[in-house]
């Protein structure tokens, strides 16, 4: 495994490896659910790099890019026994050379300001700043990414669809513990007592598309969204959202629906969590 801190050294590494490339970007504090997107990334690809950038641009007023954890020995030792070849690892100044406040941003309109962009305005145009840039510099055939941020995948599909990238954008099914509980670098930030309480969030997403499984066979509404906010709730969440949406285009479902993707956004304690399962018609 070859390590790049630079993005002429990056390209540099990557021009001297052979066939297809694919892409993992991270910003470390690895676990399973990224080295799954790793394991795919090599099952598909002959040359794996793995970008570990902890991006300031998406990171909002009062959030937790200064205390987000950073683990870079344990990261690389990890990407080492999966097999990467090639890790890229920028700092601030390589990746925003003029500066944050005066770097061309990217926006995908219309998918930036709901759900998580509600309470977090600028965080989809940072990430798809971030990730236009890597795709630039890494130049992949394939990048690889995670179901759990279902938003953030979509982010990604439609920016790399509407500027004409030649990248195929891959998702991941959602690694999770054996409670259900989506692994998240921010599952750090539960307390043992709250990580039992998290594993409710997916318990009551899967509720909601039992409910929607039964309003598809008898035509009628069961309620079954409000019913899970409520759920959740009681449960000690601070709910941001619950919502049942077309998959694809992240808006309300109609008559000619046949992906539904239901997503949630909650905190407990000091952990913000989110999740999302699908459905088919």
Known sequence: MEIAFSIAGARRLIGGRDGRVGLVPTMGNLHDGHLALVRACRAACDVCVVSIFVNPTQFGPNEDLESYPRTLEADL?????EGADIVFKPSVAEMY????????????????????????PVHFDGVATVVAKLFNIVRPQQAFFGEKD????TVIRRMARQL??????????????????AMSSRNGYLT??????ASLLYKTLMSVKSGLEDDLRT?????????GYAKLVQ???DVEYLEVLDADRLRRTTKDTTHWRIL?????GKARLIDNVGLER
């Open 164 to 181: 004409d990238m030649p990248v195929e954008v891959i998702g991941v099914p959602t690694v999770r513990e054996p409670s259900g509980l």
């Open 150 to 153: 279902w938003q953030q995948l």
């Open 77 to 81: 030792a990890l990407l080492d026994a």
């Open 235 to 237: 449960a000690g969440f």
């Open 97 to 120: 050379p003029d500066g944050q406040k005066d770097h061309v941003k990217v926006t995908v309109p219309g998918l930036n300001d709901i759900l998580c962009g509600k309470s977090r």
């Open 219 to 227: 035509q009628m509404s069961s309620g079954a969204e409000g019913r």
């Open 192 to 197: 043992e007592q709250e990580r039992e309480r």
């Open 264 to 268: 949630a956004a909650a905190r407990l």
